[in-house]
């Protein structure tokens, strides 16, 4: 029996790695190595050895872009976390009856595709839609206003997008939470923002730091978003690449800066691990202290 389990455990172990390795490895190596070639008139790539994709993208447009783009990113992240937080701590404090109804609130976008969702808020930004229907009726425009293509639309984008992946490691740290120290806190005569502030965010900082990192890289990336909600007014790092693979053909620029964006996930990986090292670490302290 020990024998059959062990079997069928290096098996699914075996499936597993040889899948990670043909269709997220490989693609990966293989992408690396097309940053290092020259772009081809005929063909995509032509193997000759250069570091010139590197050395474009020094320049001050895909700066700008690249600055444009994580910035709007930065700002999206925060605005997740701010709107995600009470919201996620709402559910986790929750009674056992309405907790279920509450994620069902946070899944329920999952149902549906997201390019179809962001297809949906045209109805909400456009000139005729929801909120400018809303500002002509309660008076504080006499004429409809569009708030379609341009850098709100796309940041309203992105905030309604990936809002979910910042609520779920929220409620996953805060639900964790030992509610004896909010306790012990208050005994020893702190109010109710100092124990938020010296209890509660220390220890769900690990969940802030996973949920930032799954909204801030795929905001860098999604391009979707930007080019149907944003127009031609917005050129973010996504566009660009999209832009590089599929209208100017230059695989090798394009290769080059969706290696930055790897970079840039490992980095945010490297921060989450460091994040969690020193949770485990304070946990660890407060069980010797007790």
Known sequence: MKQTRAFFSRFSIGVTALWLCLFALLPNLGLLVVTVLTRGE????????????????????????????????????????????????????????????????????????SLIRTYALILILKANGLISTFLVWAGFTEKPISLMYGDFAVFMGILYTFLPFMVLPLYASIEKLDSRLLDAARDLGANGLRSFWHVTLPLTLPGIVAGSMLVFLPSLGAFYIPEILGGAKS????????????????????????TILTVLLALLIVVYRIANRRAASRDRGDGVAE
């Open 235 to 258: 050129m973010l790092i996504g566009n660009f690449i999209k832009n590089q693979f599929m209208v100017a053909r230059d695989w090798p620029l394009g290769a080059a800066a969706s």
């Open 42 to 113: 005929q063909d995509f790539v032509l193997p000759r050895f250069t570091l010139d994709n590197y050395l474009r993208l020094l320049d001050p447009m895909f700066l700008k872009i690249l600055w444009d783009s994580l910035w709007l990113a930065f700002l999206s992240t925060v605005a997740c976390l701010l709107v995600g937080y009470p919201f996620a701590y709402r559910i986790a404090r929750a009674s056992a009856r309405l907790k279920p109804w509450l994620l069902l609130l946070v899944i329920i976008p999952f149902w549906t595709n």
